[in-house]
């Protein structure tokens, strides 16, 4: 059973660099997709980005120009950064297991991390 | 982008009920269709993917149909259990969420 822990700096100010974690316990990390979702009052949810095992990434085009995902496989970790935050950015992250490699009909994202939320403040 | 739009953005119902959620895409998605469930203060769960499987370990109860556009869920006798908010979202092109449709008591 997959299990994802997440963990990061949850107090930011404006201008300053999101940065988060997700750690990948159980399962086969090399195999799927892990993403990065987003979740606020005022936007819903929305999906920020992923990346696979060999580091290849998509991402929300509305967000693209201030957020890299990386990946760790030795550690089984991947993680987000996004720079220069607003106020817009406050939410609560998750990171979450999306579709197995080459199979488009597993398209979802299977299980979430317990999410962080981010302030953004001066 | 997609949109994805659901109806009603809430609701009221009383344990037993039949309860539908509709979500409509603005442009054809094929099956690429995905419901989840949230409660307060957890991350949300996946019920359906591809528009009506239903993932392990979800009760019966729920079912998803739709193809194209137009999607539901609708879960055939609601329990204490399921008042909550629920998500569509579309993997056809990007990943996009609906709105949610919150589940309250009556």
């Known amino acids: 059973q997959v299990q994802l822990q997440q963990w990061g700096a949850g107090l930011l100010k404006p201008s300053e660099t999101l940065s988060l974690t997700c750690a990948v316990y159980?399962?086969?990390?090399?195999?799927?997709?892990w993403s990065w979702i987003r979740q606020s009052p005022e936007k819903g949810l929305e999906w920020i980005g992923e990346?696979?095992?060999?580091?290849?990434?998509n991402y929300n085009p509305s967000l693209k120009s201030r957020v890299n995902i990386s990946i760790d496989p030795p550690k089984n970790q991947f993680s987000l950064n996004m720079s220069s935050v607003t106020a817009a950015d406050a939410a609560v992250y998750y990171c979450?297991?999306?579709?197995?490699?080459?199979?488009?009909?597993?398209?979802?994202?299977?299980?979430w991390g317990q999410g962080t939320l981010i302030i953004v403040s001066s | 982008d997609i949109q994805m739009t659901q109806s009603p953005s809430s609701l009221s119902a009383s344990i037993g009920d039949r309860v539908t959620i509709t979500c409509r895409a603005s442009?054809?998605?094929?099956?690429?269709l995905n419901w989840y469930q949230q409660k307060p203060g957890k991350a949300p769960k996946l019920l359906i993917y591809?528009?009506?499987n239903l993932q392990s370990g979800v009760p019966s109860r729920f079912s998803g149909g739709g193809s194209g556009t137009d999607f539901t869920l609708t879960i055939t006798s609601l329990q204490p259990e399921d008042f909550a908010t629920y998500y569509c979202q579309q993997s056809y092109s990007q990943k996009t969420f609906g709105q949610g449709t919150k589940v309250e008591i009556k």
């Open positions: 591809g528009a009506s």
């Open positions: 442009q054809g998605i094929n099956n690429y």
């Open positions: 990346i696979n095992h060999s580091g290849r990434t």
């Open positions: 979450a297991r999306g579709r197995k490699k080459g199979d488009y009909d597993t398209s979802a994202f299977w299980t």
């Open positions: 159980g399962g086969s990390f090399s195999v799927y997709y």
